[in-house]
């Protein structure tokens, strides 16, 4: 077994069970990639067990804590099974839900989405990679199905080292997947869709919308970053008379429409617009179009803190838009899903909008990812969406 050995004073998150080990943070030792190691502080003694991964600044994440706990394939048979055991709790309320969330499920770099009767996975990390086959049969035995794709075509793979790859890893046959969210139907390819097939996090959020829609009476809706129409529908059950979807791909779209005719919506009630929502929103401004809602669900502008500050100017100004294009007593539903930009800096950013848009506007709520994306008390990185519903005054 290779020891990683911390340098003085560098074990206090660990002790905290924050799973992270920077590279700053080792004194010696190495292993290869995605190899189990025993992490050590300065003086020897244990702290977790963890998989190390040569090339990235995130050089080693932890498995366990426990010093007894053997890395094997029981050890992922049973991280799995508690996984899937918490999502049976949970009020999820859609045969569409995250099973396995990384961190928060003890699975560091392990994504896993159910869709109905199929499983996506994203190994986005050396250590779920290494583990790929076993971690495979132990989600296909914790919840009795036979078909699981693999997702791993995302950008962070290239900072673990490893090529992005994606197809069946368990089953095969056709990638579209019909699922139910709050009684709507909706289609998700696995191997088309964004991520793992669609965006999950935002299940409870377009409830919420659809209740605050019917509750305010908002006649007309924009909805930005529509993606496949997720807040359309919410729009659209919530009584909307005329709803707005804007993206800049043309498939999500073409999506967007199929799911207003397959839940009975009027056609007629709904409008695709292929654009780019900043052009959109100052267009809409020109024409001095209103609404009485809209909704904000930009892509990720700043994956690290890094890139915050830009990020901020740009959320700052699509918030800035869409706030002046708000009906009075309007309903805005605006999130970030940046993990470098946490709720308050939001808060700040969407105050410094309101702000400069002349807008009085209370927060109704504060939103964030729905319960089957958990994140736990030591590990807050892991709290990536934040969300607000303000209701201009
Ligand atoms: N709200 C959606 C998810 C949005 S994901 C849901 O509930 O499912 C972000 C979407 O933004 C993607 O569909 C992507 O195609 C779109 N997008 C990215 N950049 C864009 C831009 N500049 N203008 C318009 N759409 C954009």
Redesign the pocket.
């Known amino acids: 077994m290779k020891r990683i050995r911390l340098r003085e004073g560098k074990e206090r998150s660990l002790l905290k069970r924050h799973p992270w080990v920077f590279a700053g943070s080792i004194a010696k030792g190495a292993a290869d990639s995605g190899e189990t190691v025993r992490i050590e502080a300065h003086d020897g003694r244990f702290l977790a067990w963890g998989a190390y991964s040569p090339t990235s600044s995130i050089r080693v994440r932890a498995w366990s804590f426990e010093e007894d706990e053997r890395i094997d394939a029981a050890f992922f048979a049973r991280r799995i099974e508690r996984a899937v055991a918490l999502r049976a709790r949970l009020p999820i309320g859609s045969d569409g839900m995250r099973l396995v969330h990384g961190e928060a499920d003890g699975l560091p770099g392990l994504v896993v989405d159910r869709y109905a009767d199929t499983l996506s996975a994203q190994f986005l990390f050396a250590g779920s990679e290494r583990w790929k086959a076993i971690i495979a049969d132990a989600l296909l035995a914790a919840t009795a199905l036979t078909r699981l794709y693999e997702r791993s075509d995302a950008g962070v793979r290239a900072l673990e080292g490893l090529p992005e790859c994606s197809g069946w890893l368990r089953g095969d046959g056709a990638t579209d997947i019909a699922l139910r969210e709050h009684g709507w139907s909706l289609r998700v390819d696995v191997a088309q869709g964004?991520k793992t097939g669609?965006?999950l996090d935002?299940r409870d959020n377009?409830q919420h919308f659809a209740a605050a829609v019917r509750h305010f009476g908002c006649a007309e809706v924009l909805n930005c970053?529509?993606?496949?129409g997720?807040?359309t529908l919410a729009a659209l059950a919530g009584g909307a008379a005329r709803v707005v979807s804007?993206?800049?791909?043309a498939p999500?779209l073409a999506l967007a429409q199929q799911h207003v005719q397959q839940n009975g919506f009027d056609a007629t009630r709904h409008e695709a617009v292929d654009?780019?929502?900043?052009q959109h929103l100052r267009a809409c401004l020109e024409r001095g179009e209103l609404f009485d809602a809209i909704?904000l669900?930009?892509?990720k502008f700043a994956p690290t803190a890094a890139q915050a500050e830009r990020a901020a100017r740009a959320y700052k100004d699509i918030n800035r838009l869409a706030l002046k294009l708000m009906r009075p007593g309007g309903l805005l539903f605006t999130f970030s899903c940046s993990g470098g930009i946490g709720p308050e800096l939001f808060h700040k950013i969407i105050a410094g909008a309101g702000h400069d848009a002349g807008v009085d506007a209370l927060i109704l709520q504060r939103l964030a990812a729905a319960c089957d994306h958990p994140t736990t008390l030591e590990f807050p990185e892991g709290d990536y969406l934040s969300g607000l519903a303000l209701l201009v005054r």
Do not use: M
């Not at 804007?246 to 791909?249: M, Q």
């Not at 654009?275 to 900043?278: E, G, K, P, T, Y």
């Open positions: 964004h669609t965006y935002q377009r970053y529509s993606y496949t997720g807040f804007v993206d800049s791909s999500a654009a780019d929502v900043n909704v669900d930009p892509p």
